[in-house]
């Protein structure tokens, strides 16, 4: 079983920054995707960035040019690293890893607040 624990929301200027960082346990996290997700209030869940097992990215369109996802295998951690954050960027931000026989683990989630 994989336990998913994200930390580093937080409330935040706009144009501020914060850094999201999801810790893995369980031996797998090196093998997998990881990516992040967030949910505003009234809204579907959406893709923000995701990471592969050998380190390619992807970024939705308004995460593009300002947040980078990272991982670090040897801690077992991915991080979001989140700058120009717009009022629009609030939401809760969930940790997802993906694996291509257990399916999806999700972590609770950690709130983030742009204030304008």
């Known amino acids: 079983q994989v336990q998913l624990v994200e930390s580093g929301g937080g409330l935040v200027q706009a144009g501020g920054s914060l850094r999201l960082s999801c810790a893995a346990s369980?031996?797998?996290?090196?093998?997998?995707?990881m990516g992040w997700y967030r949910q505003a209030p009234g809204k579907q869940r959406e893709l923000v960035a995701t990471i592969t097992a050998i380190g390619t990215t992807r970024y939705s369109d308004s995460a593009k040019g300002r947040f980078t996802i990272s991982r670090d295998n040897t801690k077992n951690t991915v991080y979001l690293q989140m700058n120009s954050l717009k009022p629009e960027d609030t939401a809760l931000y969930y940790c997802?890893?993906?694996?291509?026989?257990?399916?999806?683990?999700w972590g609770q989630g950690t709130q983030v607040t742009v204030s304008s």
């Open positions: 997802n890893m993906g694996t291509p026989i257990q399916g999806h683990y």
């Open positions: 369980g031996s797998i996290f090196r093998l997998n995707s």
